[in-house]
Every structure is written in structure tokens, then in C-alpha cells.
């Protein structure tokens, strides 16, 4: 771990993309404490200003709802769903990607078609059809997004298994009689991982904003706070209020930067030519 911060640490845009990770996932932890009443709650005059009342830091919006409770409890779900649906999606992306590569022939074939098929689909066409369908809630989302996330991880995956299954090491395992089940398990995807974890940040950013866009059509959960229901909520406030607007899209738009500097230091830090020159 040490050598592996050492060179995360090299990478500037990495460490601001982590410390901004780290104070949206705080503000998301404490969203219960900071703001303890519902976001959902009409609690002064609609349209104030930030620090017009000492008590709405930013303002409230067109119904008197506090803008900061909401920016606050819309990080739990954006950082819950981006991070759920990713786990999901790679979860499905591995074991469809995994036995493709190692065993080949007409397995390689039928997952390899059945992953170019869900290729061609638009992501987010495919999403909103998939919510509407079960219904808008948090588990819909989720699912929905994982659906449509898992392709890359799969290709991916594949290559990987495909590079590392010709290995001395794999080879060795396979002359000892090692079942073809442990070697992939405990032998080839162990040494796959790095990418899949780079690409995995990523996915997170991705799925945070295709949660943002369904909120903002309004197929989010009606239950829950999302920066998503923000933006389209304010939209039609746009030229009378514009900061309803633009507080949640900053929200988004931090996160999402966040995430992905994050994954550029980690995908240095894992990168085996950058460790090699490095130790």
C-alpha cells in the first residue's frame, strides 16, 4: 500500500479528484446531521436568496424547500446509486467476459453476441425504457444502469483473460491438473483486475449522470432527494431563478470531475510500466 500511494501521489489531478471524492461522500454521511429535516419540506418564503436567511445557506427554491438539505441528502443517493449499479454492472461484466475469454469457441461466440446485442442499444434509451417499465424507484435504477453499463466490463474482461490464459503461470497450472474453474478464479482474474477497477471509476461518474438525466425526465424515485430532481424541477424557473439550477448542476458536475481524476491517479498507480520505472 505504500508503494501504491507513493505513486497515486505523483498524479496532482489524482489527489484533488480524491480530496473532493472524499468531502462529497462527508457531506453525504452527514446529511442527516447537517440537515436533519426533509429535504422534501416547505420551510420558508419560495425564492430566497443565499444567506438572505441565515438559515438557508443557499436560498430555497420555488416551494420554500431548503437548497442545501437537498444538495446534501441528493449526494447519498447520486454516490449510492453510481456506486451500486457499477458494482452490479462489473459483478455481470466478469462473469460474462471471464469464461468467454479463458474457454473460447462457441461459449467465446454466444456471450460475445449476446454483449454486442446490448452494445447497440442506446444506454440511455435502454434505461428509460427499463424504469418505466418496473416503475420508478432506487432498485429500477440501479438495475436499469447495470443493464446497460456491463458490455465494456465484459470486452474487457475478455481481452484481458484472452492476454493472461497463454501466461507461463496458467500454463503450469493447467500441466499440475488444476480445475479450469480455480485457475480462472484464483489465477487469471486476480491479474485482470487492475483495468476493471480503473474502468470501474469511471462507470461510477456515468452512472451518477444517467441518474441525473432520468431524475431530470422525471423517472427518478419520488422518495428521495436527487440532484437530477433538482435540475428539472428548476428548469422552468430558469431566466426567474437561475441559481436553482446551476447549485445542483455544480453538485453534478464536481462529482463527476472528482470521479474521474480519481481514476486517472489510479489508473497511473496500477499501471505496470508506470511501477516498473518507478521501483
Known sequence: MTGFWSRYRRNLGGVIGLGLLAAVLVLALAAPLLFPVSPWQMRGAPLLAPLEETEFLLGTDMLGRDIAAGLAHGARVSLLVGTVSTLFAVLLGVGIGAPAGYFGGRIDDGLMRITEFFQTIPQLAMAIVLVAIFTPSLASIVLAIALVSWPPVARLVRAEVLSLREREFVEAAVVIGRPSWRILLDDILPNALPPVIVTATLMVATAILTEAALSFLGLGDKNFMSWGFMVGAARTMLREAPLLTVFPGIAILITVLAINLAGE???????????????
Open 265 to 279: 491517479g489510479l489508473n497511473d498507480a496500477l499501471n505496470p510500466r508506470l511501477r516498473e520505472r518507478g521501483e
